[in-house]
T-cell receptor, first 112, second 109 residues
């Protein structure tokens, strides 16, 4: 089936640890995105990538890092520098920038 | 950056009622999407509608780009329509989607 797969669904992290969230798509899309959602709020853009080996900071990039070494993969690392990492993280992709975007099922990260 | 405002923030309906959700945005857009977020957090694509009118079953949407707003119509609402509806836009400057704060819809039986 074509789609966007995020893993894991739930993730628990101790304070001070880095953690990597996976996002894979088999839609052959060039553009990929990471968003963060806090309870009762909308989605905020963390990073986006228009094409392989290129990525740009979004509105809330501090404390996060990404890579785009393969077209189908866009992993997000939440570093220990992120002050409040507990949130719902959503990955998306689109054929090109500004075309219809599709979302994965999300990863719920909890810092314990 | 582009601002996106959705109204109303909360809406409670009886099953069978109709409703209109509004999305205002502050600048020209090349992309506008409506999503429904279900209780498990999944974002379901409803419409890709940077301009014009589209219909899909009981749902329809209209975007008037020159006046910078979009409307989502839900007719004969069902309890399964409950959830949060998001409008998101992509402008000419920053082309990744910017989201509104959503409209939380509760349909009561």
């Amino acid at each position: 089936d074509g789609g966007i797969t995020q893993s894991p669904k739930y993730l628990f992290r101790k304070e001070g640890q880095n953690v990597t969230l996976s996002c894979e798509q088999n839609l052959n899309h060039d553009a990929m995105y990471w968003y963060r959602q806090d309870p009762g709020q909308g989605l905020r853009l963390i990073y986006y990538s228009q094409i392989v080996n290129d990525f740009q900071k979004g509105d809330i990039a501090e404390g996060y890092s990404v890579s785009r070494e393969k077209k189908e993969s866009f992993p997000l690392t939440v570093t220990s520098a992120q002050k409040n990492p507990t949130a719902f993280y959503l990955c998306a992709s689109s054929e090109l920038m500004n075309t219809e975007a599709f979302f994965g099922q999300g990863t719920r990260l909890t810092v314990v | 950056g582009i601002q996106v405002e959705q109204s109303p923030p909360d809406l409670i309906l009886q099953e069978g009622a109709n409703s209109t959700l509004r999305c205002n945005f502050s600048d020209s857009v090349n992309n506008l999407q409506w999503f429904h977020q279900n209780p498990w957090g999944q974002l379901i694509n409803l419409f890709y509608i940077p301009s014009g009118t589209k219909q899909n079953g009981r749902l329809s949407a209209t975007t008037v780009a020159t006046e910078r707003y979009s409307l989502l119509y839900i007719s004969s609402s069902q309890t399964t329509d409950s959830g949060v509806y998001f409008c998101a836009v992509g402008g000419t400057g920053r082309r990744a989607l910017t989201f509104g704060s959503g409209t939380r819809l509760q349909v009561q039986p």
